[in-house]
């Protein structure tokens, strides 16, 4: 395991040049990007563009709650993500890669820079940090290729390059498993010492973590997705519908038990019927004076970010202007 280790100078790639299956000359990078501030970058340092490609901020601030969210086991392969019909969605966040949801698998495409032994030796091993991140997305993608027919599906998808073959693939992995500790996993950044992670619990984390807690993070969670009101309710307030069923089911069977000779007497089933009645028309009410207000707060507070994020953005961009002019 000599190559991950620190030499006298710096880290070493965790594979030979030999392996290497790609060059920093042929690697394709984007000329424009997406900043944390989500103002487009053109012609971005390198630094930054390697920080956005591989580190995992938003995981590694919740990272001692991630065992309510995934295991510490490998990732499935692809194969058996298709057999539990996931749907392979593209992502370019890493803090999204190995995300699930419902029948929904978020998975980052494998940098070309990664399998490029001059990159690894002029960028990445530069950084413990990001060492750390690259090795840790190049195990993950040991963990979903373990068959020839993870490898095509990955190729069908677009998850690493066309020009691979398998037999080059299997050579790389085997020789960077060798240089990688599988079991204590030392050489990897912490996010990857777990495999999949839910969405749904991820969400739950960013809302109530006291660490992470904020309005913004109370309102969308981990992960944003559509804005559109109606989704959020179907998402959020789809069992209400299944109380309701029950509900109404008991109040019919009530309504046949006062009907019938036996118990249309009875002093306790009616006292019953009567409290559940009620209680009914309590819950009813105050689930839609729920989900107005909800409605109401949410409008209300997108409205507020909106116009605190457009007078940011204008300020920023005249600033900009200022210190151009």
Same mark, same amino acid.
């Given at each position: 395991?000599?190559?991950?280790?620190?030499?006298?100078?710096?880290?070493?790639?965790?594979?030979?040049?030999?392996?290497?299956?790609?060059?920093?000359?042929?690697?394709?990078?984007?000329?424009?990007?997406?900043?944390?501030?989500?103002?487009?970058?053109?012609?971005?340092?390198?630094?930054?563009?390697?920080?956005?490609?591989?580190?995992?901020?938003?995981?590694?601030?919740?990272?001692?709650?991630?065992?309510?969210?995934?295991? $510490?086991? $490998?990732?499935?392969?692809?194969?058996?993500? #298709?057999?539990?019909?996931?749907?392979?969605?593209?992502?370019?966040? $890493?803090?999204?890669?190995?995300?699930?949801?419902?029948?929904?698998?978020?998975? #980052?495409?494998?940098?070309?820079?990664?399998?490029?032994?001059?990159?690894?030796?002029?960028?990445?091993?530069?950084?413990?940090?990001?060492?750390?991140?690259?090795?840790?997305?190049?195990?993950?993608?040991?963990?979903?290729?373990?068959?020839?027919?993870?490898?095509?599906?990955?190729?069908?998808?677009?998850?690493?390059?066309?020009?691979?073959?398998?037999?080059?693939?299997?050579?790389?992995?085997?020789?960077?498993?060798?240089?990688?500790?599988?079991?204590?996993?030392?050489?990897?950044?912490?996010?990857?010492?777990?495999?999949?992670?839910?969405?749904?619990?991820?969400?739950?984390?960013?809302?109530?973590?006291?660490?992470?807690?904020?309005?913004?993070?109370?309102?969308?969670?981990?992960?944003?997705?559509?804005?559109?009101?109606?989704?959020?309710?179907?998402?959020?307030?789809?069992?209400?519908?299944?109380?309701?069923?029950?509900?109404?089911?008991?109040?019919?069977?009530?309504?046949?038990?006062?009907?019938?000779?036996?118990?249309?007497?009875?002093?306790?089933?009616?006292?019953?019927?009567?409290?559940?009645?009620?209680?009914?028309?309590?819950?009813?009410?105050?689930?839609?004076?729920?989900?107005?207000?909800?409605?109401?707060?949410?409008?209300?507070?997108?409205?507020?970010?909106?116009?605190?994020?457009?007078? #940011?953005?204008?300020?920023?961009?005249? #600033?900009?202007?200022?210190?151009?002019?």
């Amino acid at each position: 395991m000599a190559n991950v280790q620190c030499s006298a100078t710096r880290l070493l790639p965790p594979f030979s040049i030999k392996q290497s299956l790609s060059d920093l000359a042929n690697t394709s990078r984007p000329v424009a990007v997406r900043s944390d501030s989500q103002i487009l970058l053109c012609a971005i340092e390198p630094t930054r563009y390697l920080v956005s490609e591989l580190k995992t901020p938003r995981l590694d601030r919740i990272h001692e709650h991630l065992w309510l969210a995934g295991l $510490p086991r $490998p990732a499935r392969p692809l194969h058996r993500q #298709k057999l539990m019909n996931r749907t392979i969605l593209i992502t370019e966040n $890493p803090d999204e890669h190995l995300v699930w949801r419902e029948s929904e698998i978020f998975i #980052k495409p494998l940098p070309e820079f990664l399998l490029s032994y001059e990159s690894w030796e002029t960028e990445l091993s530069q950084d413990e940090e990001l060492h750390q991140c690259a090795c840790g997305l190049l195990l993950s993608y040991s963990w979903l290729i373990c068959h020839k027919s993870d490898f095509r599906i990955a190729k069908e998808v677009g998850l690493i390059p066309a020009e691979i073959e398998w037999a080059q693939w299997n050579s790389f992995v085997g020789e960077f498993l060798s240089n990688i500790n599988s079991q204590t996993l030392q050489q990897v950044s912490k996010r990857y010492r777990y495999g999949e992670l839910r969405l749904s619990r991820l969400h739950s984390l960013y809302r109530f973590t006291p660490s992470v807690f904020s309005i913004d993070n109370l309102v969308r969670g981990y992960m944003s997705g559509s804005t559109w009101y109606r989704v959020f309710f179907k998402r959020n307030f789809a069992w209400l519908l299944a109380v309701f069923v029950y509900v109404t089911v008991i109040l019919s069977a009530f309504q046949v038990g006062l009907a019938t000779e036996k118990l249309e007497r009875n002093r306790h089933f009616h006292n019953a019927s009567y409290g559940f009645a009620v209680m009914s028309i309590v819950i009813v009410v105050l689930s839609i004076l729920a989900i107005f207000t909800v409605w109401i707060v949410l409008f209300w507070y997108h409205l507020y970010s909106t116009r605190k994020y457009v007078t #940011k953005v204008e300020v920023m961009r005249q #600033k900009l202007a200022i210190s151009e002019g």
